[in-house]
């Protein structure tokens, strides 16, 4: 399997991460696509251009990383990420959309501020974006997701998520959540794959 993505794509690192708790990240073949090059071919493997794609053996792609990650579940017999019955599965896809949300907040201050010029940046709409994680922030941090028991596909993207804040915002978050910074490191220690699936750049 080919998995296209990049090194700062907090969605592509998720798909890695849970590729590795799986065990089977040494089916996939990692190759870099450029979202921003049009003669690059992501855009015919995925019409919306947008990354991570995995691409099966018989060339059928399937993206996003959420769909992406419940496939490799799938392949998988015994460890899951995904539970299948009662609470359990609702609150881990939840806490997922949360941890997405996060990041598709994020990058949207990002690209705002990336690619137009400071007199054209929009205040509101970059307040409007920041909001957005700073009351998911709160909320988890106000219960940090229990790391006592299974870990699930929840756990990773909250912690993609904290992971890109660093990246991108200089790990501003860690000043004002200092029962978040506990957790992450409690995730890292438990997930080495965090650490080895970290963007230097």
């Known amino acids: 399997m080919i998995l296209r993505t990049s090194g700062p794509s907090p969605f592509g690192r998720k798909v890695k991460i849970a590729a590795k708790l799986l065990g089977i990240y ?27 794609i995995l691409i099966l053996d018989d060339n059928h792609k399937i993206y996003d990383s959420r769909v992406i990650c419940e496939y490799l579940d799938a392949q998988v017999d015994g460890t899951t990420l995904h539970p299948t019955e009662g609470n359990a599965r609702w609150e ?10 996060i990041v598709d907040a994020s990058i949207l201050q990002v690209y705002e501020i990336r690619m137009r010029p400071a007199e054209k940046q929009h205040a509101d709409w970059l ?4 909001d957005k994680v700073k009351r998911s922030l709160d909320q988890i941090s106000a219960n940090p997701p229990s790391l ?13 998520a ?7 915002f200089d790990g501003a978050w860690r000043q004002t959540y200092p029962a978040l910074v506990t957790w992450l490191d409690a995730f890292r220690a438990r997930v080495p794959a965090f650490d080895a699936t970290k963007f230097e750049g």
Do not use: F, M, W
């Not at 855009?43 to 919306?48: A, D, T, V, Y």
């Not at 881990?92 to 949300?101: I, S, W």
């Not at 307040?127 to 920041?130: H, I, T």
């Open 26 to 52: 040494d089916q996939l073949t990692v190759e870099l696509a450029d979202t921003n090059n049009p003669s690059d071919t992501l855009r015919q493997q995925n019409p919306l251009g947008k990354i991570p």
């Open 127 to 130: 307040n409007y974006q920041s």
């Open 162 to 168: 904290l992971g890109y804040l660093d990246l991108r």
């Open 92 to 101: 881990a896809l939840t806490l997922q959309a949360l941890g997405d949300g």
């Open 148 to 160: 006592k028991g299974d870990l699930t596909i929840g756990h990773v993207a909250i912690a993609c």
